[in-house]
């Protein structure tokens, strides 16, 4: 089976074509073109919705076209095209899912809308044939929960973030101390210059029962730190110490919740083995090696998808197209884009965690 897919939920336009034939698995990416808009955005330090549409507007069809050259292939060889259907900026999803309903029209292919989430959530059955069900950790700019993977479509949410996701805390400390934008990969590399233990943040939901998750506290104890340095005269040790406190305060939380996680998933699923990290924070080596620690404590094996996989690309929205297409899932040229779309439907909304474990 060989399945275009198309991302443009937030600013990265992308497009990969991807099969399920090939082997050793990393050759089942047969073309894969991501261009990200970091320069139009930069100036605004942070992501501007209408300007991210625009600029999908313009760049969708040659990457499109770019990522079918590198592939050898021409539409007619395909089995189905895949677009990210939702969640994430509806001007940007709108454009690629236009994008792939006229040339699944054009070409007499099925439409598939594909879940964001599950793009990243899936992505390692792409890259390690990773078995279901598993635990994932999905960590992102606009998400941050553990949810057990039971099947395609089928997910369970065991803990989410009560307040920010982890890659927003990153971008706004980065912002904080003029690291400019995107903010995680900024604060990770300043980090390895400094010292974790300089500054006392505080570990959220420290101790509590469940796996959800809360951020905003750190995010505001980093603002303090700031504010407390001597104005005007902030040295480039006090920032890399802000950044390896910082980081080592969100591995520290998220090792917390996870031991949670773990024995809720356990429960749950007690032949479970693994641990999946995904989305745009599990591109941090730093966590990655923390979080590795932590699983292997607890019997699970973390596996990541490489780093190009982490953030926002189109391999993992051809790949979720294509589990859905072997299950004989595919949407109709009717389908709306949706601005949001929980994996988990029927998960309870997250209140502040209750009573100390
Ligand atoms: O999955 P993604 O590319 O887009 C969303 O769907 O949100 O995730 C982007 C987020 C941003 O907040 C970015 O700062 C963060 O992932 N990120 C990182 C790193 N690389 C990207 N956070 C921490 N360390 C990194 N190396
Ligand atoms: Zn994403």
Redesign the pocket.
């Known amino acids: 089976m060989i399945i275009l897919g198309i991302e443009t939920?937030?600013d990265?336009t992308a497009a990969a074509v991807v099969t399920d034939e090939e082997l050793p698995l990393e050759n089942r990416v047969l073309g894969e073109v991501v261009l990200s808009q970091l320069e139009e955005h930069r100036a605004y330090g942070g992501v501007v919705p209408e300007v991210a549409a625009r600029a999908h507007l313009q760049h969708v069809d040659h990457i499109v076209a770019q990522a079918m050259e590198k592939s050898g292939l021409q539409f007619k060889d395909l089995d189905a095209v895949a677009a990210t259907g939702g969640p994430?900026l509806i001007g940007g999803v709108i454009v690629g899912v236009m994008t792939a309903k006229a040339i699944a029209a054009v070409h007499n292919l099925p439409f598939i809308a594909v879940n964001?989430?599950e793009g990243?959530a899936l992505t390692v059955r792409l890259t390690h044939d990773v078995a279901f069900p598993y635990l994932l950790l999905l960590?992102?700019?606009?998400?941050c929960q553990f949810l057990a993977v039971e099947g395609v479509g089928k997910f369970k949410r065991l803990g989410t973030t009560i307040d920010d996701?982890?890659?927003?805390a990153?971008?706004k400390t980065?912002k904080m101390l003029g690291l400019g934008y995107?903010?995680?990969?900024a604060?990770?590399e300043t980090a390895k210059k400094g010292d974790p233990g300089r500054f006392k943040f505080p570990r959220p939901l420290q101790g509590r029962a469940g796996c959800d998750f809360s951020f905003s506290g750190l995010k505001a104890a980093v603002r303090r730190a700031i504010e407390q340095l001597p104005p005007g005269d902030i040295q480039e040790n006090d920032i890399a110490d802000i950044c390896a406190s910082f980081q080592a305060a969100a591995a520290d939380a998220l090792s917390n919740r996870l031991k949670n996680a773990i024995a809720m998933f356990k429960e749950l699923y007690p032949e479970g083995s693994t641990l999946v990290v995904a989305?745009?924070?599990a591109?941090?080596?730093y966590?990655r090696d923390r979080l590795e620690g932590a699983a292997q404590t607890h019997d699970l094996a973390l596996v990541a998808p490489p780093l190009k996989l982490?953030?926002?690309n189109a391999a993992m929205i051809a790949w979720a197209g294509l589990e859905h297409h072997r299950l004989g899932k595919t949407d109709p040229l009717t389908f709306k884009p949706r601005p949001r779309w929980p994996l988990d439907p029927n998960a309870p909304k997250a209140v502040f965690a209750g009573a100390k474990a």
Do not use: I, M, R, Y
Request: proline residues 6%.
């Open positions: 939920s937030c990265e994430g964001h989430l990243h960590v992102s700019g606009g998400h996701a982890l890659g927003e990153f971008d980065a995107p903010g995680g990969p604060v990770e989305g745009g924070v591109a941090n080596q966590l982490c953030t926002d």
